[in-house]
């Protein structure tokens, strides 16, 4: 329902309306047309319909795209003839978008009925929120929580709000959280168009944390919404080689470009002490891919630290939070 008080059905916006929809639903992706069928019963389910839905298919060797011409023909396709990577088909989808609000989700995920519903009575009620982070469940165990927000410790360390625990009530409140998962959240236009989006250097993983960062430190709340429930299906848009190196790799990348000087010092033993304690564990299990991927991702951080420093004065310079301010924000 519009601000006028009229209905629209979900993706069937006239491109030429005055109006542009509430929400328009961002989704990259690439070879999942295993998901797709759940993703959309999960979408054409929805009780709030003021929205677009935009499909990034990133170069996709199977037929994700054929399969959205054929059953989901009210969302807007962007098909890249070459593989540009996660979060440059996310911004793609971005620039395409007409929405007031951008929502986030995963190819691999299923979202629950009211799911847009509550991100909009979230945003309703928190006006200065930029980032509104979902509540994601897993697929299979949908009483088991992913994540209900991101949080960032003072190690520099970006961990999931409530992970692996049963959905029992205990993350029920619509509360202020760090950031929020990239699976999952909305976001308002105004703030993805001051942060130019997702760094498009990250390619995949940790870039909505990065995001989240700037955001904080241009003074902007994260708010979590605990009834927009979305179900995850774990892995299913990546590998744990693919994570592990660009876990390794973004984590010290967010760091270096968004932890003021004074916390980096302040924190520099914890930070130090979790980023050796990475390098050792994956030392020790050196025999498997994925904790040597995590130790190139380690090295490629390093390595790339000088490009990232340019980046990191221009951050620093817009930032307007006091450094007092986002150490009570890290955990």
């Known amino acids: ?186 976001v308002r236009r105004e703030l993805w168009e001051a942060l130019d989006g997702f760094d498009e250097e990250f390619w995949m993983y940790i870039e909505d944390v990065d995001f989240s960062f700037r955001a904080q430190l241009l003074g902007w709340h994260a708010v979590f919404a605990p009834d927009a429930h979305v179900y995850h299906k774990l892995g299913g848009s990546g590998g744990d080689e693919l994570s592990s190196f660009y876990v390794g790799r973004n984590t010290i990348w967010t760091l270096a470009k968004n932890m003021p000087t004074s916390l980096m010092l302040g924190h520099s033993s914890k930070i130090a002490s979790a980023q050796l304690s990475i390098a050792l564990d994956a030392l020790r299990n050196c025999r498997g891919s994925a904790a040597r991927a995590r130790l190139r991702g380690q090295i490629a951080g390093l390595l790339g630290l000088p490009r990232i420093l340019r980046k990191r004065a221009l951050v620093q310079s817009r930032k307007r939070l006091h450094d007092v301010e986002i150490d009570r924000l890290l955990t």
């Open 1 to 186: 329902m519009n601000e006028n008080g009229h209905r629209r059905t979900a993706g069937k916006s006239d491109e030429h309306s005055a109006q542009p929809p509430f929400f328009s639903v961002l989704i990259p992706n690439f070879n999942g047309l295993r998901h797709l069928p759940d993703l959309f019963a999960g979408l054409n389910s929805q009780s709030f319909v003021d929205s677009e839905i935009v499909f990034a298919d990133d170069a996709s060797s199977d037929e994700s795209v054929k399969w959205i011409r054929e059953n989901a023909r009210h969302a807007r396709i962007l098909a890249s003839r070459e593989n540009q990577g996660f979060v440059a088909s996310v911004n793609s989808a971005a620039r395409a978008a007409r929405g007031r609000f951008i929502v986030l989700l995963n190819n691999d995920t299923q979202p629950a009925q009211e799911f847009l519903a509550e991100l909009a009575k979230t945003i309703c009620s928190h006006p200065r929120a930029g980032i509104v982070a979902a509540k994601l469940l897993l697929f299979e165990e949908r009483d088991r929580i992913h994540t209900a927000g991101d949080m960032m410790g003072r190690d520099g360390i970006a961990r999931n709000r409530g992970v692996w625990t049963i959905d029992s009530g205990q993350f029920d409140q619509s509360v202020e959280v760090f950031g929020g998962c990239g699976g999952a959240m909305a």
